[in-house]
Structures are given as structure tokens and as C-alpha cells.
């Protein structure tokens, strides 16, 4: 069984737009959450995590090193995107959402929402936030 968790990036300065995509494999925090704080710190690297649209495991790499990553054969710690690495059609399903409202960000397992103004990542589960010591702790563990 998968652990679901969307990624998503606060579009604006004091703006209440998320735009994220979903992670279907390892969203807990001691894997994808360990990820995020470590290797995705700055909001460039984390607009180019979204454009990728939802992908099936979140990688300490962005992009392969070579032609012969793929879905079925993935380079070691390399996100893997449906669309670049599947091969998906580019459809609504798997592009970045949009949205106003955390409803619809927040209905899933986990949640990682990165603050571009303060380069800090905010982690929700369905029942509540964790505090920054909370998220720190399952990181490390």
C-alpha cells in the first residue's frame, strides 16, 4: 500500500494560491519529508519539482543523468515523473493544480507546502499540523 502526499509551493508573495502535485509512493515525512528539507531548499528547484506534474516517487534528484532512466528502470534516488518518465499524456489528472482552497491540497495523507518567502517547508497530515519539532523528529527517524 502507497503513502500519498502532495507537494505544493505558495505561487506568491502573501497570496493564498497553492499550486502541487501528488507523490504516490513513501509521502511520510522520515522519506518524502526528509527529501524536501534536504535537497529541494530553494524555490527554483521546487517550481521545477512541480512542472514535472505528479510523479510516483520523489527522488534526492531531479533529472536523470542519463538516457537510460525510465519508469520501468529508474536511476537510483531520481524522481520519477508519470509524464517525463511514462510517458503519460500531459492530461489534467497529471498536471500541477491550482487552487485557493487547502481542501482539496490537504485530502491526502501527507502534505508539504514550501514558503518560497522564507524557504521553509510546512508538513500536514489529515488530522493536524506538525510542529516544526513534530516534523523534525519523524525526519530523523
Keep these: 500500500m502507497s503513502t500519498n502526499a502532495n507537494i505544493g509551493i505558495i505561487a506568491k508573495q502573501n497570496s493564498s494560491t497553492i499550486v502541487w502535485i501528488r507523490c ?4 511520510y515525512p522520515a522519506s518524502v519529508g526528509k527529501i524536501l528539507t534536504e535537497k529541494y531548499t530553494e524555490p527554483s528547484k521546487v517550481w521545477q519539482l512541480i512542472a514535472l506534474g505528479d510523479i510516483s516517487s520523489l527522488g534526492e ?8 532512466h525510465s519508469f520501468e528502470h529508474p536511476e537510483e ?6 509524464h517525463r518518465d511514462r ?11 491550482v487552487d485557493t482552497n487547502l481542501d482539496r491540497f490537504l ?3 501527507y502534505a508539504y507546502l ?3 518567502d522564507k524557504c521553509k517547508w510546512t508538513c500536514y497530515n489529515c488530522l493536524y499540523t506538525l510542529s516544526d519539532q513534530e ?3 519523524a525526519i530523523e527517524s
Excluded at 504516490?24 to 509521502?27: E, L
Excluded at 499524456?89 to 498536471?95: F, K
Design 24 to 27: 504516490h509512493w513513501d509521502g
Design 77 to 82: 534516488n531520481t524522481t520519477i515523473a508519470y
Design 114 to 116: 514550501f514558503d518560497q
Design 135 to 137: 516534523f523534525e523528529e
Design 107 to 109: 485530502d491526502v495523507e
Design 61 to 68: 534528484n531531479l533529472e536523470p543523468t542519463t538516457d537510460s
Design 87 to 97: 510517458h503519460e499524456d500531459w492530461s489534467p489528472a497529471l498536471r500541477p493544480a
